[in-house]
């Protein structure tokens, strides 16, 4: 079972920019394995952002990009708002198998 | 609108087993790869199974419930289901349907709570 990896928390100001990544043990993350991000507050269910690395879902504010960067699927977000503080999970697709990263808990501070 | 409404959570003892259900709204239900995904308590998100649009077609578990856990659909009724047997303490989560599991997953249910304990 390959171990997807995300930074455990990082903190950013209001109205800055932020980007959380999500490495494969595997090797470098690429577009096949399709990466996947969502973002969960506390109490509530996960909501999907971002899809196939970089397509937007219909609901995903303009600030949220994904890409692929230095060999690992990143989410970036720009002009950070108060309610972007959540955790962050990724997601990546290994053939049959799916695995989460271990979720960024992102601080607006 | 698309909804989608787990129930069938519950504590349940160590060992024994449990039915969940999905009742799924608002899109056409059999077009869709449908997934469960779990989050023990505190923790982060695991994928459990997946099922492609037919039930006799792809399906997917998880290592940690392969053997235990079936998933099945009835396009009929709009429902997923996972029929979870020899419940583990370690099984405990909130479990989540949702929408894909080919290349992405986009709508969740709110989910519902599992609780393996004597």
């Known amino acids: 079972q390959p171990v997807v990896t995300q930074e455990p928390s990082l903190t950013v100001s209001p109205g800055g920019t932020v980007t959380l990544t999500c490495a494969s043990s595997?090797?470098?993350?690429?577009?096949?394995?399709?990466s996947n991000w969502f973002q969960q507050k506390p109490g509530q269910a996960p909501r999907a952002l971002i899809y196939t690395t970089s397509n937007k879902h219909s609901w995903t504010p303009a600030r949220f990009s994904g890409s692929l960067l230095g060999g690992k699927a990143a989410l970036t977000l720009s002009g950070v708002q108060p309610e972007d503080e959540a955790d962050y999970y990724c997601?990546?697709?290994?053939?049959?198998?799916?695995?989460f990263g271990g979720g960024t808990k992102l601080t607006v501070l | 609108q698309v909804q989608l409404v787990e129930s069938g959570g519950g504590l349940v003892k160590p060992g024994g087993s449990l039915r969940l259900s999905c009742a799924a709204s608002g899109f056409t239900f059999s077009d869709y790869y449908m997934s469960w995904i779990r989050q023990a308590p505190g923790k982060g998100l695991e994928w459990v199974a997946y099922v492609s649009t037919t039930t006799d077609s792809i399906i997917y578990y998880a290592d940690s419930v392969k053997g235990r856990f079936t998933i099945s659909r009835d396009n009929a009724k709009n429902s997923l289901y996972l029929q979870m047997n020899s419940l583990r303490a370690e099984d405990t989560a909130v479990y989540y349907c949702a929408r894909g599991g080919l290349r992405w997953v986009d709508f969740w249910g709110q989910g519902t709570l599992v609780t393996v304990s004597s």
């Open positions: 997601l990546l697709y290994y053939g049959g198998t799916r695995v």
């Open positions: 595997i090797g470098a993350v690429t577009s096949g394995y399709f």
